[in-house]
């Protein structure tokens, strides 16, 4: 079956800190993976970008990964601070599925000063 | 910045009756829209994708004639729950495609069925 699945436990790190989030996917041909972030009550805010035959993305301190052997994407905020607090998504389009965002469930993440 | 605007963002209403759900793009034209549910602590799990001019696609499990979906111009997509049920409540969310610049999400509506 077709499964997206995140680190379901809640990840709690001290400020400063570089959070590394996993996203792993299985049965899916994705044409590009997304990374989003969403806080309480708030629909998920796009954060960013990966395709297929790209490895690796960067913005500001946001890095994602992205290893189709594997079928992972990692996702990295380096000098985490309190403000980063929120959920993380990640969600893929598949190929030939005419756009559809498909989500894993989230992660948790709890950035202490 | 692309912006989705969502109304209402909180509605309650009585068992039996029926809530629309307004989604805008306000500075892009949208042939595509997506509809989501999320309930707490869950993910998001689409319900439809909603196309301008012709009829939404619906996820498997999802009744169609109970959420009926608008899509008549390029800025505008409707969600309509009918006879909604305490079960129906949720957080509803759209969005809409951006390409490469990823996906812009509505700021969801909460429903409460009482």
């Known amino acids: 079956s077709q499964k997206i699945e995140q680190n379901s436990e809640a990840l709690n790190i001290q400020e400063g800190k570089t959070a590394t989030l996993t996203c792993n996917y299985t049965n899916y041909s994705p044409a590009y993976l997304q990374w989003y972030r969403q806080d309480p009550g708030r629909g998920p805010v796009f954060l960013l970008l990966i395709r297929e035959n790209e490895k690796e993305k960067r913005k500001e301190r946001l890095k994602v990964t992205f290893d189709t052997t594997l079928k992972q994407s990692l996702f990295h905020i380096t000098a985490s601070q309190p403000a980063d607090s929120a959920t993380y998504l990640c969600?893929?389009?598949?190929?030939?599925?005419?756009?559809?965002?498909?989500f894993g469930q989230g992660t948790e993440l709890s950035v202490k000063p | 910045g692309a912006v989705v605007s969502q109304h209402p963002s909180r509605v309650i209403c009585k068992s039996g009756t029926s809530v629309k759900i307004e989604c805008r793009s306000l500075d892009f034209q949208a042939t595509t829209m997506f509809w989501y549910r999320q309930f707490p602590k869950q993910s998001l799990m689409l319900m439809a994708t909603s196309n301008e001019g012709s009829k939404a696609t619906y996820e498997q499990g999802v009744e169609k004639d109970k959420f009926l979906i608008n899509h008549a111009s390029l800025t505008l997509s409707t969600l309509t729950v009918t006879s909604a049920h305490p079960e129906d409540s949720s957080f509803y969310i759209c969005?809409?495609?951006?390409?490469?610049?990823?996906?812009?999400f509505g700021s969801g509506t909460r429903l409460t069925v009482v």
């Open positions: 969005s809409a495609s951006r390409g490469s610049d990823g996906y812009t």
């Open positions: 969600a893929l389009v598949p190929y030939n599925q005419g756009g559809k965002l498909i």
